[in-house]
């Protein structure tokens, strides 16, 4: 699955819409003003026939004296017009096209590159796919239950119950949550199954969705199975789901080691951990796997970027999904 030709139309469908929309509200603006201002209007169209005028003059042959005369009566206009609109209490901007992306001003591309806001509506489509906007319906924090966890059995390995840990947890989520904007942080959630892992990096997913961020949630078994695919039969085009998978702002991994493990996934899991850290983007990777058995599933030195660059959460208790 790269982004299907279906979807990048609907994406570039979704441009035409809001350049569309930018262009009206423009006009409606331009109507209201010229109005209120008629002054405004005749600065519009001496800017016009100017600019149509500079034009046909930098074909003739008296380029260098015309361009900076030219110039400076566009100055001269534009700063009566900034004038104008100031006096009346009207932004500078309010005369030119209202673009809900700046950056690439809605066309989806920057410099020949998909724009972050691109790649923000590709990882909203992948998210419809896999159903997150339902899941995050029922599981967030609004849902998040502590009455799952007992304060009765203490953990014989740390010394803590399972409501300590999953206190510590959601403490850790939050905090992952508060500092998102500031700097990039990864997580590793583990505990045995059934303990709440995916719920809590759905919690997470639904706060960073909410601060209008990119995150892409895929359960393990899924991800590689895609990669996989894609890989053996490359599609043309584009740089595939990897290309979103690298670039998300947050990538939720979900359920690590469910999936078939061999030297390709090995790879690319390394290939994931390592190029979203230099990319300076946030991961979270949830096991059920005991930390003893991850580097000999995967390799060392994903291991070792782990430990080095992720925060560990475990959760321990019994099964909440049969409670
Ligand atoms: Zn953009």
Request: hydrophobic share 35%; net charge negative.
């Amino acid at each position: 699955m790269s982004l299907e030709n279906i979807q990048y139309d609907a994406i570039m469908h979704e441009y035409n819409r809001r350049q569309l929309r930018s262009r009206h509200v423009l006009e409606e603006r331009k109507k209201k003003l010229y109005r209120q201002i008629p002054r405004l209007k005749e600065i519009q169209d001496d800017i016009a026939a100017l600019s149509a005028n500079r034009v046909r003059r930098l074909l003739s042959e008296d380029r260098a004296e015309s361009a900076s005369a030219y110039e400076a009566k566009l100055a001269d206009l534009a700063r009566e017009r900034l004038c104008l609109l100031k006096e009346r209490g009207f932004p500078p901007d309010y005369l030119e096209m209202p673009f809900e992306c700046p950056i690439c001003r809605d066309t989806g591309y920057d410099g020949g590159q998909k724009c972050v806001c691109f790649q923000k509506m590709a990882a909203d489509l992948f998210c419809q796919q896999y159903g997150l906007g339902q899941i995050l319906e029922k599981e967030n924090f609004e849902r998040f239950s502590f009455s799952c966890y007992s304060d009765k059995i203490k953990d014989s390995d740390t010394g803590k119950t399972p409501l300590e840990h999953a206190r510590f947890a959601v403490e850790k989520a939050w905090e992952f949550i508060r500092h998102f904007d500031e700097t990039p942080q990864n997580l590793f959630i583990y505990g045995d199954t059934g303990v709440g892992k995916t719920f809590l990096s759905h919690c997470i997913a639904c706060e960073i969705l909410k601060k209008a961020y990119s995150t892409l949630y895929f359960p393990s078994y899924d991800l590689f199975n895609l990669l996989a695919k894609e890989t053996f039969a490359r599609e043309s085009g584009d740089g595939g789901i990897m290309e979103y998978v690298l670039n998300c702002d947050l990538l939720i991994l979900d359920d690590l080691g469910t999936e078939l493990t061999n030297a390709f996934v090995s790879s690319q899991l390394f290939l994931i951990v390592n190029e979203r850290m230099l990319r300076e983007k946030s991961t979270i990777v949830s096991t059920n796997l005991s930390l003893e058995t991850f580097p000999g599933l995967y390799s060392t030195r994903t291991f070792s970027r782990i430990i080095q660059n992720y925060k560990f959460i475990n959760l321990i208790g019994e099964d909440i999904r049969l409670l």
